[in-house]
């Protein structure tokens, strides 16, 4: 069974300027987390979909993140215009449903804003 | 608000040593609770999961115990090996029980 697929693996960019992460969670899991992970902490939740729908968005920063899953599967978070403090991993999990179901990690996206 | 504190940071301990990792969580109305492993510049990988109907879960060396009532777990690791060289996360649910709440984590180093 495939993981969590995410890409690309690295990117840097200058702040202000945007960037798109990609992620294609586990065949027929419903439910899609992305997480954003600063050096030194544990993940933190960004945003969560069921399938094509947002069910916690709390604390997503929407004046500069942006997240869609179209079609229930792929999802794309955006940035747009960075910082230098969202240098960070950004994390794709996938679980089957949002009850009770382990989560399953992507190999994450480094980001580095300069 | 659920809160995960992880403790020690960072253990150092020779090869062949068992060691225990602590978590403890604020908010005990948890379903289950998780343990990762994650690898520099990785993502996380599931080392076991803990249903709320159990007390503790095993996978070859690793043993995970739960006890809501005081908000604590423990990762349990025996005969440690320089591979088992990583950052241990534990993972618990928001009070939403939808979303992981992570702390974070403890550093683990063998030596050889």
């Known amino acids: 069974e495939a993981g969590v697929a995410q890409s690309p693996r690295y990117k840097i960019i200058e702040k202000r300027q945007s960037v798109a992460f990609w992620c294609n969670p586990i065949?027929?899991?419903?439910?899609l987390y992305w997480y954003q992970q600063i050096l030194g902490q544990g993940p933190k939740l960004l945003i969560q979909f069921q399938n094509n729908g947002v069910v916690d968005d709390s604390q997503l920063p929407k004046d500069r993140f942006s997240a869609e899953r179209l079609k229930g599967v792929d999802s794309t978070l955006k940035i747009q215009p960075a910082k230098l403090e969202d240098s960070a991993v950004y994390l794709c999990?996938?679980?089957?449903?949002?009850?009770?179901?382990?989560?399953?990690f992507g190999p994450g996206t480094r980001l580095t804003v300069t | 608000k659920q809160e995960v504190t992880q403790i020690p940071a960072a253990l150092s301990v020779p090869e062949g040593e068992n060691l225990v990792l602590n978590c403890s969580f604020t908010d005990s109305a948890i379903y289950n609770l998780q343990w990762f492993r994650q690898d520099p510049g990785k993502g996380l990988t599931s080392l076991l999961l803990i249903q709320s109907s159990q007390r503790e879960q095993t996978s070859g060396r690793l043993n995970a115990s739960l006890d809501k009532s005081s908000g604590r777990s423990t990762l349990y690791i025996a005969a440690s090996q320089p591979g088992d060289s990583a950052t241990y996360l534990c993972a618990a649910p928001n009070q939403a029980g939808t979303a992981l709440i992570f702390g974070k984590g403890t550093t683990l180093s063998v030596s050889s």
């Open positions: 065949s027929g899991h419903a439910t």
């Open positions: 999990a996938s679980s089957l449903t949002t009850d009770s179901y382990e989560q399953y």
